[in-house]
């Protein structure tokens, strides 16, 4: 019960939320990135593997987790709920967009991808893993 009222706060659900989007983000681009190694590169002359790993996927956890306030406004003003197919295809959108930026400043965050269609896939099972994430956090929620 302690832990509900705890995360019940918008700002510490954001934060759990941002955590869970770092740590699924990250497990699922160290796992392409050895299944696809010609497709995705990890690191640079100046980041490790492990920093560009941290680096990019944190960018993606703000991102994604910054998402959600403004979904909660819109659908207030909606007055109407997400159903989970919108879900869905905002973070599609939300992943492929974060994807591609965030290669193209490879430099300085360490990710690169060899084509838009390597993003295209990515956000795919990324937007996949994460609804599979979030729906099992929000039913611990409810315990």
Do not use: C
């Amino acid at each position: 019960m302690a832990q509900q009222q705890f995360s019940q706060s918008s700002g510490m659900t954001l934060v759990i939320t941002g955590i869970l989007m770092f740590i699924t983000n990250a497990v699922v681009i160290v796992l392409a990135q050895m299944l696809f190694p010609q497709a995705i590169v990890l690191g640079t002359h100046a980041l490790s593997y492990w920093w560009a790993v941290g680096m990019s996927m944190s960018k993606l956890a703000i991102l994604d987790a910054v998402v959600m306030p403004f979904v909660s406004m819109y659908e207030k003003k909606r007055r109407k709920i997400f159903s989970p197919k919108e879900w869905m295809a905002l973070y599609f959108v939300v992943d492929l967009v974060g994807i591609w930026g965030i290669s193209r400043f490879s430099e300085q965050f360490g990710l690169g991808i060899s084509s838009w269609m390597v993003a295209v896939v990515l956000a795919v099972v990324l937007d996949f893993v994460q609804g599979v994430v979030m729906m099992a956090y929000g039913k611990m929620m409810k315990m």
